[in-house]
């Protein structure tokens, strides 16, 4: 039997880092996305070198590191610079994924979920999963979790979710939503392994 391929995502603050920890606790093998994605530009990751040569030494810190806060200047300056940068860095995420599903189908893990922030957004990823499972809550709940987490102001989580896929197209791009406002962790906890059954888990 092949493994189930589950695509995660929710808006931040939506509790979908919970959903996945107990993903991963009740057997699912996860591939994250964005943690690739994060180490290819770590200290001597594998997205350096071609930074280093594309957008000149000076991205690249005392430790070997690419500086996100240059880079950030840089590609809100030029929206070319992001696309360079993606182009570097997309098809080493993908290798790596790539190499972390075998590794997962070979030790038989029969659901594999992808934690991917933007899969509303990105459009390539629906097509590599059967099933997309999002977390979901309203707005003043993500506001009032980050706030309470991160100390941000209101206003700056409110343009963190403004600049992420609007709450209805991910709905709409569910095929199960776990609804995770006013929950104990106890109840999201059932939530999660009532869905995780239907992954085979």
């Known amino acids: 039997m092949s493994a189930v391929r589950i695509g995660l995502t929710g808006g931040i603050g939506s509790g979908k880092s919970t959903v996945l920890r107990m993903l991963a606790q009740l057997g699912a093998a996860v591939i994250d996305a964005d943690a690739i ?6 200290p001597g990751g594998a997205a350096i070198p071609a930074i280093a040569q594309r957008f000149g030494p ?3 810190t005392a430790e070997g590191a690419l500086d996100r806060e240059r880079m950030r200047a840089a590609a809100y300056a030029d929206p070319q610079a992001r696309r360079d940068l993606e182009a570097i860095i997309h098809p080493l995420v993908g290798a790596e994924s790539t190499r972390q ?8 893990a029969r659901c594999l979920v992808f934690d991917i922030p ?3 957004e990105s459009g390539r990823w629906r097509s590599q999963v059967d099933k997309v499972l999002v977390v979901d809550c309203p707005a003043a709940t993500q506001v009032e979790r980050v706030v309470a987490r991160s100390g941000l102001a209101p206003a700056q989580v409110e343009a963190i979710i403004a600049a992420q896929a609007p709450r209805a197209l991910r709905l709409a791009a569910a095929d199960i939503v776990i609804f995770n406002d006013g929950l104990s962790l106890g109840q999201l906890q059932a ?4 869905v995780a059954r239907g992954f085979g888990l």
């Open 118 to 120: 933007l899969l509303v």
């Open 191 to 194: 939530q999660v392994e009532w």
């Open 58 to 60: 000076e991205f690249i």
């Open 101 to 108: 599903v075998q590794a997962a189908l070979q030790s038989g």
């Open 37 to 42: 994605s994060r180490s290819t530009t770590a």
